[in-house]
């Protein structure tokens, strides 16, 4: 029974979070605590957290705290390891991630969070498996790896195509601790660097995750990780947030199924509003045809009497208007037939396009609640002017006072203006 409880637990986890976050660093500053799951979607909102930046969604993670606001990371490097579940880390602040999203979509919303503050910051997102070729000349400088020595590996072999490309991404992140204390040089400016390494999901695909092969290439991986984190340590004296964490983009898959599923639901909806916007115009379209069938026979009818000259003009304009009548009569039978099944036809798209509009109205007051509930918007110079104000408002109150003050402790002697405004009165009571 224990042991079915403990495989119930750990089967809650893995579906639940099924992901890691490690702090590898982080300074005296901002502390990480507890050990509550996060929301990939939330990242972006805790690094913008730790380097100073205005977060939009509170209360949603307490797993950080800000100790000195006056202290914070000048930089974040966060390591995004794709295709695997979890981390065997040794070191480290661990917090279970739950994947909402890939690390695409979370490096680019907090590069445009930073890019709307300032354009002078260094931000740098390295894919590792694009290799040496495919990075060039990265923002760290011209990287160099070491030539692996096939000698120290056991179970990993460079005549295989995925052991080699995820070697040549361990070594580029040695190149790139090697690179970073001689090429960054911190300034006041918020940093990033943000490492993609994907590679690691093959072998554990080909061999499997408990394997030698897989153990082996999880402890490179921490050496390697292990050599960033002394390097940008060394780089920003301690001032930068290192953090790791996995990203399996299969486990985002429902989050696109639904939605493609509204996208299909909304495109469902609009070629329903075109056809009965197609219907109404047809119908629109008989009912012109009838009227200008209606003006025709008039104007026939008029011509014909008109046209008394001689008898056989007559009997060949009656049986031509005969014929046109005839012809006119079955037109707009045809016509007035058509425009029933029009009706009715018309009725049932009406129907649909009433059950439409309600759902619009309905999502349309749905979404005025919403906007209700948004904030204010101000403008660049609000904080400017009111940081103005409030201060001035500040030191004109002590000043004022302080001026009070002095006034009430002055000696009315005869050198202060009391004593001069009180002179004369004095003498003339003496």
């Known amino acids: 029974m224990l042991k079915l409880f403990f495989c119930f637990i750990a089967v809650f986890v893995a579906v639940k979070a099924n992901g890691d976050f490690v702090v590898l660093h982080s300074p005296n500053s901002v502390l990480f605590n507890g050990n509550e799951e996060v929301e990939q979607s939330l990242l972006k909102e805790v690094f913008a957290a730790a380097l100073g930046f ?105 005549r295989k195509e995925d052991d080699k490309k995820f070697l040549e991404e361990v070594q580029l992140l040695h190149a790139i601790a090697r690179k970073a204390p001689s090429a960054i040089k911190p300034d006041s400016k918020s940093d990033i660097y943000w490492l993609v ?64 599923g509204r996208q299909k639901r909304d495109a469902t909806d609009m070629d329903k509003i075109k056809k009965v916007e197609s219907t109404l115009d047809l119908k629109r379209l008989h009912n012109d045809t009838n009227f200008n069938n209606n003006d025709n026979i008039a104007i026939k009818q008029n011509e014909h009497q008109d046209e008394n000259k001689n008898v056989e003009d007559e009997e060949e304009s009656n049986t031509n208007i005969y014929s046109t009548s005839k012809s006119d009569i079955d037109i707009s039978t045809s016509t007035a037939s058509s425009d029933f099944h029009d009706d009715s036809g018309v009725s049932e798209t009406n129907q649909d396009l009433t059950n439409t509009e309600q759902n619009i109205n309905s999502n349309t007051q749905s979404t005025g609640q919403e906007i209700q509930n948004l904030a204010k918007n101000y403008s660049t110079n609000y904080p400017i002017i009111f940081n103005i104000l409030l201060w001035f408002g500040v030191i004109f109150v002590f000043s004022l006072l302080a001026i009070c003050i002095a006034i009430t402790e002055m000696d009315p002697g005869r050198d202060s203006v009391i004593y001069r405004m009180t002179a004369n009165r004095m003498k003339k009571d003496n």
């Open 54 to 158: 205005t977060v939009r969604q509170r209360g949603t993670w307490s797993g950080i705290s800000i100790a000195d606001p006056f202290s914070l990371p000048e930089a974040v490097v966060a390591v995004a390891v794709e295709g695997v579940g979890s981390l065997d880390l040794p070191k480290g602040k661990r917090f279970p991630l739950n994947v909402n999203e890939v690390e695409e979509t979370t490096w680019q919303a907090l590069r445009e969070r930073l890019e709307e503050r300032d354009n002078d910051n260094t931000l740098v997102r390295i894919s590792l498996g694009d290799g040496l070729d495919a990075l060039g000349q990265s923002a760290l400088g011209e990287l160099k790896p070491t030539p692996i020595d096939e000698t120290s590996l056991k179970a990993l072999n460079l």
């Open 197 to 260: 390494i994907s590679g690691l999901r093959p072998i554990f695909d080909a061999y499997g995750c408990n394997s030698t092969t897989s153990r082996e290439a999880l402890l490179l991986l921490n050496n390697a990780l292990n050599v960033i984190h002394d390097a940008f340590i060394q780089a920003y004296d301690g001032q930068v947030l290192i953090v790791a964490f996995t990203n399996d983009a299969s486990k985002v898959h429902h989050v696109r199924s639904v939605t493609l």
